[in-house]
């Protein structure tokens, strides 16, 4: 993934309380900030190290091309948003289905939080692997990338309630997994 543009046009904004006139993010900048957020995200969906670096390329194809007004402080949500949308569709494939799943995850992307030092466990990366899709996502953007309930609910379009409920029941998924029980 080689890009080299100064700066992304389009209202992509540096988050700065030194800046009154908001300067316009680079680029380079803007991947340097969370190119390896939307790579682990991808990663840890998908399960599949080149799959995902061609999802965080795409990612960043994406900003580019479309040039999006982005709201400054929320250009890391806009990019996961478009990283699991790429995931679910990658997901969908029956060449994937048949294909990629079941095997195990190669290496992890731990993220530096809490769950971070448990995330180290193969085991539970291969449980959050195997969970259904709306489970997954609210795992990683909960407990990898740290964001919130009401943040997870803006960027996935669904309401706080749905967001809990489906960590509650991902959690409990988790924890049967890993004590070796039937989760379903």
């Known amino acids: 993934m080689l890009f080299s543009l100064n700066t992304v ?4 904004r540096e988050d700065s309380a030194s800046s009154a006139a908001e300067e316009p993010l680079s680029f380079d900048r803007l991947y340097e900030l969370y190119a390896t957020d939307v790579l682990r995200v991808a990663y840890y969906y998908l399960g599949d190290r ?8 795409d990612v ?3 900003l580019i091309v479309t040039k999006p007004a982005l709201v ?3 250009e890391k949500a806009w990019l996961l948003k478009v990283a699991l949308n790429r995931c679910r569709d990658l997901w969908r494939g029956a060449w994937f289905r048949k294909v990629v799943l ?8 731990p993220a530096e939080d809490e769950v971070g030092r448990i995330a ?5 990366a291969e449980a959050v692997n195997q969970l259904p899709q709306e489970f997954k996502e609210v795992v990683l953007l909960h407990y990898y990338q740290g964001y919130g ?3 997870i609910a803006e960027m996935l379009e669904i309401a706080e309630g749905t967001v809990s409920s489906r960590l509650s029941r991902a959690r409990s998924r988790l924890q049967k997994t890993m004590k070796g029980d039937n989760p379903e």
């Open 9 to 12: 046009e389009g209202g992509i």
């Open 50 to 57: 080149q799959r995902a670096e061609d999802v965080t390329q």
């Open 60 to 62: 960043f194809v994406k």
């Open 72 to 74: 400054p402080g929320k």
């Open 102 to 109: 079941g095997h195990p995850a190669f290496e992890l992307f």
């Open 120 to 124: 180290d466990s193969a085991a539970l």
């Open 149 to 151: 309930v009401t943040e």
